[in-house]
């Protein structure tokens, strides 16, 4: 089911040194910043050749991130997101496996394409999202 790794996402507790980072440091093409408060972060993605990479940051106080950041103040590695031919196929097949989604609907991700997130009880402690490809 799960095709082309979309990205990895990695949450910054400094988001200005962190496109430094991969902008001025590492070379890579970083676009803008991307406020998404239906989810609570602000996100940057990373262009790389075979892949992105999404930097996370809170958006509010209510931002599930700012519980990430309590655990880990250093940031580190979010989530992977693998494409999927059809998100909404993807949840009937996942449910029928047995497997729990952290919201019931695919909601339009920073791309304006749906997602969905697995319940990481469910995926060895990983975090997976799902984009329509
Ligand atoms: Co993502």
Known sequence: MIGRLDHVAIVAPDLDAAISLY?????????????LPAFGVSTVF????????ELLHPLGEASPLVGFLARQPGGGLHHL?????????????????????????????????????????????????????
């Open 46 to 53: 990373i262009r790389l050749p075979n892949t992105h990479l």
């Open 81 to 133: 997101c693998f494409e999927v031919a059809d998100v909404a196929a993807a949840v009937t097949t996942l449910q029928a496996r047995g497997m729990r989604l952290l919201d019931p609907e695919p909601r339009p991700g920073a791309h304006g394409k749906p997602v969905l997130f697995l319940h990481p009880k469910d995926t060895g402690g990983v975090l997976i999202e799902l984009v329509q490809a």
């Open 23 to 35: 902008r001025d440091g590492l070379g890579a093409e970083v676009g803008p910043v991307l406020d």
